[in-house]
C-alpha cells in the first residue's frame, strides 16, 4: 500500500506538517481568490496541489529527499483528517475540497503554527552547527598563534 518513511527524523515531520499548513492555505487563498472573482469554484486537482507545493522554493528544498509517493501519502492524510475530501470519482488526479474541517483548521492556524515551529528548530539546529565550527576553528587558530608565540618567544 503506501511506502513507510524509513526514518522518522525531524525532517519527515517538518515536511509532512509543512505540506499540511500550505496545503489548507492553498485552499483558503483560492476560496478567497474564487469568491471574489465569483468562479465560486472552491475546489483544486490533486496535481494543482503538488504543483503548487513543489512552485514553493522553501517547500521544494525541505520535500527534495521524499519520494511522490510520500507526499502523496501525507497528502492523503489530510483527507483522512477529515480536512479535504474528494469531490470526483477519478482515481488519478482526483478534484479535492477544504471541508469545514478543513476551514476550522485553516481558522486556529494550529497546523501553520506546528510548521513554523518545525522550522524554527531546523533553523536553530542550522545555527548551532554553524557555531560549533566557528569555534572549533576559533579553537584551533587560537592554539595555532599561541604555539607559534611560545616558540617564538622561549626559541
Not at 469568491?35 to 494543482?48: G, K, P, R
Not at 513554523?116 to 572549533?136: D, G, H, K, P, T
Request: glycine content about 4%.
Amino acid at each position: 500500500m503506501f511506502e513507510m518513511v524509513t526514518k522518522i527524523d525531524c525532517s519527515s515531520y517538518e515536511a509532512k506538517f509543512l505540506i499540511f499548513a500550505r496545503v489548507i492555505d492553498m485552499f483558503a487563498r483560492h476560496s478567497v481568490l474564487s469568491s471574489v472573482s465569483n468562479t465560486n469554484d472552491l475546489t483544486l486537482t490533486f496535481n494543482e496541489l503538488k504543483e503548487r507545493l513543489l512552485a514553493d522554493k522553501d517547500v521544494k528544498v525541505i520535500l527534495g529527499t521524499f519520494s511522490d509517493k510520500q507526499i502523496n501519502e501525507w497528502i492523503s492524510e489530510l483527507s483522512w483528517m477529515g480536512y479535504i475530501e474528494r469531490v470526483s470519482e477519478r482515481t488519478n488526479n482526483s478534484v479535492i475540497k477544504l471541508t469545514p474541517e478543513g476551514f476550522a483548521a485553516y481558522k486556529s492556524q494550529n497546523l501553520q503554527s506546528i510548521a513554523a515551529n518545525l522550522l524554527a528548530a531546523r533553523e536553530s539546529r542550522r545555527q548551532a552547527n554553524v557555531a560549533i565550527w566557528i569555534a572549533v576553528v576559533a579553537i584551533l587558530v587560537t592554539a595555532t598563534f599561541s604555539t607559534l608565540g611560545f616558540f617564538i618567544n622561549n626559541g
